[in-house]
C-alpha cells in the first residue's frame, strides 16, 4: 500500500522542484473534484519504500477565502495522509512556518522539507537545523530541490516518522482568546460538535476566524452549537474591540507570527550578513521595473513573445497543415464521391487537423509564459500594469492573456484563454477569459484584410490600426461592464509576492509545457472533433435534390459546372449551401441582419466563421458563387464585393465591427468552457458577444447611413 | 516617531508597521503575508503609475495596491 503524502508549501518556495523530483515522470495531471484547481499525483520509490505523492496547490494560509486553501485543508482532512511533506524556503523562513503552524494546529504528521538552503548560505542566513527540529517537534530536512539534493533523506525521514501522529501544536493567543477558546473546546468535545472530521480547538479557531467554510458546516451539523458559539465569538470581538482595538481574527495571526519569531530567536536563525543589504534581484528590479526603462523593456519582452510563440510556431504549424492536407488527398483518392468522403474529409480531418493544428502554438506559448513566470518576470509585469487594468475590474497579470490572443494583431484566443491560468484571482480571471476573444486573432485578419482591400485601399495602414484600438477599447469596457453586472465584487486583494530572479530549470519548463498542452489536446480534443461534424453537417444537410456534390470538391472542379440564372450566376456549391440548414439560418435571420446591413449570403458567412474565422472568406467565395476563394489570396473576393449590391465602406464596416466583437470561434469557446469550469460560461459568450456585436454594428450601420443621408 | 498610513511612505523609507485596521478578506491576506505589527519594512519602489507599490519584509518582497496600503499604519524612522 505503500506511504501516501501531501506536498504542501507557499508559492515560489519549489514545491513544483521538488514534485518532480520526488516523482519524476511518474505523474498525471487531473483536477481537484468539483473545482477546476489541478491536482498533480505521482509515485516515488527508495530503497524500502514506496511513496504515493499528490502535490497540494501552494498556499501562503488555511483561510477559506481562495478555492485553493480550502482544496488543500480539505484533501488533509478527508484523505489523511501518513505525511505532509511541507517545503520550506530557507531564504524566507520567518514567512513560510506560518503555513507550517497551520498544519501542526491541525494535528496533521508534518516533516519539514528545508528548501533552497544554497540560497539562504549566499544570502548569509545560517540556520541550526536541528534547533529547529527540536523547537518545533517535527522532522526536518535540509535540501536543494534544483539539484535533487536531500531527497533520499527527506525520503529516509518521511518513512520513518509516517506512523507517528504528533500531538497538535496550541499556542497561546492572550488571555481574552485562550479563555473564549477553552470554554469553546469544552462544549464543543462533549456534544461532538464537527469532531468527527476536526479537532476541537481547531473548530473553535475557525469560529472565532470566521471562518465561512466552518460556520457553514456548524449551522448544518448543529445549529444550536453553531448561534451558541457564534455569540461567543461574538462577544470576544466586541470586548477586544473596546479594549485593544483589534478583533480576534487579526489577534490571531499576530500571535502566530509571534510564535515564529520567539522560536527563530532561540538561535535557529542567525545573519551571518547585513539584514538589509541589497540583493542582486533588488538591484534588478530598480532597473526592470524603473519609470521609463520597465515599460520599454516591458514591450520588447512581449514583442518577444509573441514572436517566440507565433513565428517560430509556423514551422512546426505549416508540418501538420501539410499533414493534414495529404491526408485529406489521399482519402479523396480512396473513396469515392459521396457524402462518406465529404464527411471524412470535410468533417473529421478537418475537425482533427483543426485540434491538433493548435498544438504547436499552445506548446510554444506555454514554454515562453512558463519561463517568464519561473524567472519572476511575469510578477514584474502584473505589478507594473495592475493599475490600468484595475480600472476596468481586471488584474495586472491579465495582460499576458490579452497579448497572446491577438491584443498584437495576430495572435490567437484558444492560446490566450489558457494563457489566463496565471491569473490567481477567480473574478479577475473569469473576466479576462470572457473578454480575450475580443482581440485580433490571425484568423480575423484574412476576414479585415479582404474587406479592407475592397473598401479602405487608401487608408489600409490606419484602418488596421483602427480596428486594433477598437478590439482594446471594446474588450477593456465590456470587462468592466462585466465586473459590475455578472461577475460583480471587490477585487481580489492584489498583495502579491514579488519573487526573486531565478533562472528556470529545463526539466521543470518542459514538464509544465507538456502537462498543459496534453491536457488541451485530451480535454478540448473531443469536444472539438464532435463540433466540427456538427457544423459540417450544418453546412451540408438537407441537400439538393440534384445530385451535385455539396463542398467535399477541391478547388477548380465545379467552375465548368456553373450555369445562368437569369441575371445571377449560380454554381451548384452556392445552390446547395443555400439549400442547407445554415444557409436557411443566414435566410431567416435576415430581416435583423438587414438593420446592420448583412444579406444572407454575409449571414451564412457568419455562421461559418464559428468553425473558424478565416472561414467567413472562403464561405463568402461559396455563397456569392466564387467556388472555393483562398483566404490568403481574395482577390477575386474583393472585386465581386465592390460590385455587389448593398455594399459599400459602411456595411464594410459594420461588417468589420461585427466580425470583432461576435462569438468566439467553437475552440475558443470550448476553451472557455474548460477553464471557466462551466458549459455555462461557453454558452454566455456565444450569446452575449453575438448579440453585443448585432447591436455595435447596427447602432454603427444606421447612425452612419443617417448621417450620409 | 510619528505613525503614517504606508500609502504615504517614499521610496526607501523604512518603519515598523504599527497596526492593520482590515478586517475580512484583506486583513486576513495582509497578514497571511507577514504584514503584522512589529514588523519592520522598507518601502522598495512604486510602479511606473505610482501604483501599486513594492515592500521589503522579513527578507522578500511584496506588492500592494495603494488603496490597500491605506489600511496598513506604520511607525516611521
Known amino acids: ?709 | 516617531m510619528p505613525c503614517i498610513p504606508l500609502r504615504q511612505m517614499q521610496v526607501n523609507q523604512t518603519g515598523t508597521i504599527a497596526g492593520i485596521k482590515a478586517r475580512g478578506e484583506l486583513g486576513t491576506r495582509l497578514r497571511d503575508m507577514g504584514l503584522v505589527p512589529g514588523k519592520e519594512i522598507r518601502i522598495q519602489g512604486k510602479a511606473p503609475l505610482y501604483d501599486p507599490v513594492s515592500l521589503r519584509i522579513m527578507g522578500f518582497t511584496l506588492t500592494l495596491r495603494n488603496n490597500e496600503a491605506d489600511h496598513i499604519l506604520v511607525e516611521v524612522n
Not at chain 1, 485562550?178 to 461532538?192: F, Y
Not at chain 1, 472585386?639 to 448593398?646: I, M
Open chain 1, 1 to 709: 500500500m505503500g506511504i501516501s503524502i501531501a506536498l504542501a508549501g507557499n508559492p515560489n518556495s519549489g514545491k513544483t522542484t521538488l514534485f518532480n523530483v520526488l516523482t519524476g515522470a511518474r505523474q498525471h495531471v487531473g483536477n481537484y473534484p468539483g473545482v477546476t484547481v489541478e491536482k498533480k499525483q505521482g509515485r516515488c520509490v527508495s530503497n524500502t519504500h514506496e511513496f504515493h505523492a499528490v502535490d497540494l496547490p501552494g498556499t501562503y494560509s488555511l483561510s477559506a477565502y481562495s478555492l485553493e486553501e480550502v482544496v488543500a485543508r480539505d484533501f488533509i482532512v478527508k484523505e489523511q495522509p501518513d505525511m505532509v511533506v511541507n517545503i520550506v524556503d530557507a531564504s524566507n523562513l520567518e514567512r513560510n512556518l506560518y503555513l507550517t503552524l497551520q498544519f501542526m494546529e491541525m494535528g496533521t504528521p508534518v516533516c519539514i522539507a528545508l528548501n533552497m538552503m544554497d540560497v539562504a548560505k549566499k544570502r548569509g542566513i545560517d540556520i541550526d537545523i536541528a534547533k529547529l527540529s527540536s523547537l518545533l517537534g517535527l522532522p526536518v530536512v535540509p535540501m536543494v530541490a534544483r539539484t535533487g539534493k536531500g531527497r533520499d533523506d527527506l525520503l529516509k525521514t518521511v518513512a520513518e516518522h509516517a506512523e507517528i501522529r504528533p500531538a497538535p501544536l496550541k499556542i497561546s493567543y492572550g488571555r481574552d482568546i485562550d479563555e473564549a477558546l477553552d470554554e469553546m473546546v469544552e462544549k464543543i468535545s462533549s456534544e461532538h460538535f464537527l469532531t468527527d472530521r476536526y479537532l476541537p480547538r481547531w473548530v473553535a479557531l475557525k469560529y472565532l476566524e470566521n471562518d465561512v467554510q466552518i460556520l457553514e458546516m456548524g449551522k448544518e451539523q448543529n445549529p444550536q452549537m453553531d448561534s451558541w458559539l457564534s455569540s461567543v465569538a461574538q462577544k470576544l470581538t466586541h470586548h477586544l474591540d473596546a479594549t485593544l482595538d483589534t478583533h480576534p481574527e487579526g489577534m490571531i495571526a499576530d500571535q502566530r507570527y509571534g510564535f515564529i519569531t520567539s522560536i527563530l530567536k532561540q538561535g535557529v536563525m542567525t545573519h551571518t550578513r547585513d539584514k538589509n543589504r541589497i540583493e542582486t534581484s533588488d538591484k534588478i528590479d530598480k532597473i526592470v521595473t524603473h519609470r521609463f526603462l520597465g515599460p520599454m523593456l516591458m514591450v520588447a519582452v512581449l514583442m518577444g513573445l509573441y514572436q517566440f510563440t507565433f513565428a517560430y510556431s509556423a514551422v512546426p504549424v505549416g508540418w501538420c497543415e501539410d499533414f493534414f492536407g495529404w491526408l485529406a488527398g489521399r482519402v479523396a483518392g480512396l473513396l469515392s464521391d459521396g457524402l462518406l468522403k465529404s464527411l471524412v474529409i470535410s468533417g473529421i480531418i478537418d475537425g482533427v487537423g483543426g485540434v491538433l493544428g493548435f498544438v504547436p502554438l499552445i506548446m510554444f506559448m506555454f514554454l515562453g509564459i512558463s519561463f517568464l513566470e519561473d524567472t519572476g518576470y511575469l510578477a514584474r509585469m502584473a505589478f507594473m500594469l495592475d493599475r490600468i487594468f484595475r480600472l476596468f475590474g481586471l488584474h495586472g497579470a491579465s495582460v499576458m492573456a490579452f497579448i497572446v490572443s491577438g491584443g498584437i494583431a495576430g495572435g490567437c484566443a484558444v492560446p490566450g484563454v489558457m494563457a489566463a491560468r496565471t491569473l490567481k484571482s477567480p473574478k479577475e480571471r473569469l473576466a479576462t477569459l470572457l473578454t480575450v476573444p475580443f482581440m485580433n486573432c490571425g484568423a480575423k485578419l484574412p476576414v479585415y484584410a479582404l474587406l479592407v482591400a475592397a473598401f479602405f485601399s487608401e487608408n489600409q495602414a490606419r484602418v488596421m490600426f483602427i480596428i486594433t484600438l477598437i478590439s482594446w477599447v471594446g474588450a477593456l469596457l465590456v470587462a468592466k461592464l462585466l465586473r459590475s453586472t455578472v461577475i460583480q465584487g471587490p477585487a481580489t486583494p492584489f498583495v502579491m509576492e514579488l519573487p526573486p530572479y531565478r533562472l528556470p530549470t529545463f526539466k521543470g519548463l518542459a514538464i509544465h509545457t507538456w502537462e498543459r498542452t496534453w491536457q488541451y489536446i485530451k480535454k478540448a480534443g473531443t469536444v472539438i472533433l464532435g463540433i466540427s461534424i456538427i457544423l459540417w453537417a450544418m453546412m451540408t444537410f438537407p441537400r439538393l435534390d440534384t445530385p451535385i456534390m455539396a463542398d467535399s470538391a477541391p478547388a477548380g472542379t465545379q467552375q465548368e459546372a456553373v450555369w445562368q440564372t437569369g441575371e445571377e450566376q449560380v454554381d451548384p456549391a452556392s445552390a446547395a449551401l443555400r439549400h442547407s440548414i445554415a444557409g436557411r439560418m443566414g435566410m431567416v435571420l435576415e430581416p435583423v441582419t438587414r438593420l446592420a446591413g448583412f444579406d444572407w449570403q454575409t449571414n451564412i458567412a457568419l455562421v461559418g466563421g464559428f468553425a473558424a474565422k478565416e472561414v467567413v472568406v472562403s464561405t463568402l467565395g461559396t455563397a456569392y458563387s466564387l467556388g472555393d476563394v483562398d483566404p490568403e489570396d481574395a482577390g477575386s473576393l474583393s472585386e465581386r464585393l465592390q460590385s455587389a449590391p448593398g455594399w459599400g465602406p459602411i456595411t464594410a464596416f459594420s461588417l468589420i465591427l461585427f466580425t470583432i466583437f461576435y462569438s468566439p470561434c467553437f475552440v475558443a469557446v470550448v476553451c472557455i468552457a474548460k477553464e471557466a469550469g462551466s458549459w455555462k460560461w461557453g454558452a454566455f459568450s456565444m450569446a452575449f458577444n453575438t448579440l453585443l456585436a448585432l447591436g455595435v454594428s447596427i447602432a454603427f450601420f444606421q447612425t452612419a447611413t443617417w448621417i450620409m443621408s
